[in-house]
């Protein structure tokens, strides 16, 4: 029996007939268990994810399926009413191409196939009244790459069963049997959040970025970062376009070495966006399923609402930073989340 199967055979479902990426059912994850040791995880891309929901009604938090690369192949036990978000994984339901960003009714025994999309990462599959798995520490996202009861219940295969609620059917009437498409200001919502091309990574400096000299400064907003191909839902390694070392002098990279070193001493809590530096060349931004701590120097952390951005972008793709204030950071959440968690 799959892991995702619960005591009881569950009559609402959906079937997993091929997972040839990786799959993994996502909230908003876990914030306030980091204290105890435990990652907080949850959707890697909270616009599409929170967009999936709200389309459906749903409550913002309700467990939706994050599709990593497509090829998966599904399979509807019961009738329900499905929303699919983010990258455009070339969605076919019964082997006929179906849109992002809109509403599907499913009937029973229909196919629902996701391919490699063109660009891109993470496809969400939101379903009326969410992916219905035990609750642990208040979620259900899974992190794999800890121990929990998360990781226990295993990584999603061919022949898994993702159990669904008894309001999984929920048309709007009269939309029983058509799709229903987005709204004209989520559609714009959409094509305004990823941008093209290289990604401005916005981000609160630190007491460390203080401390550097302007050249190290310039450096740091100026390069270009390359996407290594090791990144992943824990975090992102960057590699610099340009040398530090070469390009500055050795009295100064020394002076900032320097001040790297007095910051790399003790262990201390990081968060979603920490920027660690290793090394000037090899910055690495935290992601969702992060540890709680690290010692590496800490520049500053990405805003949130760029974290998100990133989250879509594949290794090879470039990324700089740029310096913003707290309050320009908290604005644009509080602005993020006010056009998707109220309904």
């Known amino acids: 029996m799959s892991a995702h199967n619960t005591k009881t055979a569950r009559k609402n479902k959906l079937k997993v007939l091929k997972a040839g990426g990786l799959c993994s059912i996502q909230d908003l994850g876990r914030p306030g268990s980091q204290h105890m040791g435990f990652s907080a995880g949850g959707a890697a891309d909270e616009h599409a994810y929170l967009t999936a929901n709200q389309l459906l009604g749903n409550d913002a938090n309700a467990a939706a399926l994050e599709i990593t690369l497509g090829q998966l192949v599904l399979r509807a036990e019961c009738d329900c009413t499905i929303a699919i978000t983010g990258a455009d994984s070339k969605a076919c339901l019964n082997e006929q191409p179906v849109k992002n960003w809109q509403i599907l009714q499913l009937k029973s025994g229909d196919i629902l196939s996701f391919s490699l999309p063109a660009s891109g990462l993470h496809t969400y599959l939101a379903v009326s009244g969410g992916i219905d798995t035990p609750l642990w520490l208040g979620s259900r996202s899974q992190t ?200």
């Open 144 to 343: 794999l790459n800890e121990p929990g009861p998360t990781a226990a219940r295993g990584k999603i295969t061919a022949d898994s069963e993702l159990p669904l609620t008894d309001i999984c059917f929920n048309p709007a009437p009269g939309q029983e049997q058509k799709p229903q498409q987005a709204t004209q200001q989520i559609k714009k919502n959409y094509a305004n959040f990823y941008p093209p091309g290289i990604l401005a990574a916005r981000f609160i400096p630190h007491k460390l970025w203080f401390s550097l000299d302007s050249t190290a400064q310039q450096h740091f907003i100026t390069t270009e970062y390359k996407i290594n191909r090791d990144s992943n839902r824990m975090g992102y390694r960057l590699t610099s376009t340009a040398d530090f070392h070469k390009k500055n002098s050795e009295k100064g990279s020394e002076k900032n070495q320097a001040e790297m070193t007095l910051s790399n001493k003790l262990s201390r809590a990081v968060t979603f966006g920490t920027i660690q530096l290793p090394d000037f060349n090899q910055p690495i931004v935290l992601m969702k399923e992060r540890q709680t701590i690290g010692g590496y120097p800490v520049i500053g952390a990405v805003m949130q609402t760029d974290l998100f951005r990133l989250s879509q972008k594949r290794p090879g793709e470039l990324l700089r930073f740029i310096p913003v204030t707290q309050e320009q950071a908290r604005q644009q959440l509080t602005e993020f989340y006010r056009q998707r968690l109220c309904r």
